[in-house]
C-alpha cells in the first residue's frame, strides 16, 4: 500500500506547520501500515494530532483574523467528523471505512496544504505573526 511521500512541495516555510504536517503524514502511513488489530490505535492516533493541530491553525486564525478562515475551519470540522465516524464504526466491529480513510486522508492532504495552509502560511507572515 503506498504512503504519502514528504516532498518540498508539502513545505510552506513555517517550521511549526510543517512539523505538524510532517507528523500527520508520518501517523497517517502509520495508520495505512497496521494490522487490523493495531489500526483503531493508530487511527486514534492521527485523530489526537489532527485535533491539536487544526485547534492550532484555528487560533492562529482568529488571532490574526484572517478572513477565509471560516472556510478553511470548515473544512477541519468535515474532515474531523468523518476520521471520528471511522473510529465508532470501528468500535461497532467494521474497521473497512478507516481502511477507505486512510486512502482518501492521503489524496486530500497535499491538496489542503498546498492550497488552504499555504494561504494561512503567507497570511500569518504577511501579518507578521510568528507562529
Known amino acids: 500500500m503506498p504512503t504519502l511521500p514528504w516532498t518540498e512541495e508539502l513545505e510552506i516555510g513555517l517550521p511549526l506547520m510543517d512539523d505538524q504536517h510532517r507528523e500527520?503524514?508520518?501517523?497517517?502511513?502509520?495508520?495505512?501500515?497496521?494490522?487490523?488489530a493495531a489500526l483503531?490505535?493508530?487511527?486514534?492516533?492521527l485523530i489526537d494530532q489532527t485535533e491539536a493541530h487544526f485547534a492550532q491553525e484555528e487560533a492562529w486564525m482568529r488571532a490574526t483574523r484572517f478572513a477565509p478562515?471560516?472556510?478553511?475551519?470548515?473544512?477541519?470540522?468535515m474532515i474531523l467528523r468523518v476520521m471520528h465516524e471511522g473510529a465508532a464504526q470501528a468500535l461497532r466491529g467494521?474497521?473497512?471505512?478507516?481502511r477507505l480513510m486512510t486512502g482518501e486522508l492521503q489524496a486530500w492532504f497535499p491538496q489542503h496544504v498546498q492550497t488552504?495552509?499555504?494561504?494561512?502560511?503567507?497570511h500569518l507572515r504577511r501579518a507578521g505573526f510568528e507562529p
Not at 500527520?24 to 487490523?36: G, I, N
Open 116 to 122: 488552504m495552509d499555504a494561504a494561512l502560511a503567507g
Open 24 to 36: 500527520f503524514a508520518r501517523l497517517l502511513a502509520a495508520a495505512r501500515h497496521s494490522d487490523d
Open 40 to 45: 483503531p490505535a493508530a487511527w486514534q492516533a
Open 94 to 98: 467494521d474497521i473497512t471505512p478507516m
Open 69 to 77: 478562515g471560516n472556510a478553511h475551519a470548515m473544512q477541519h470540522r
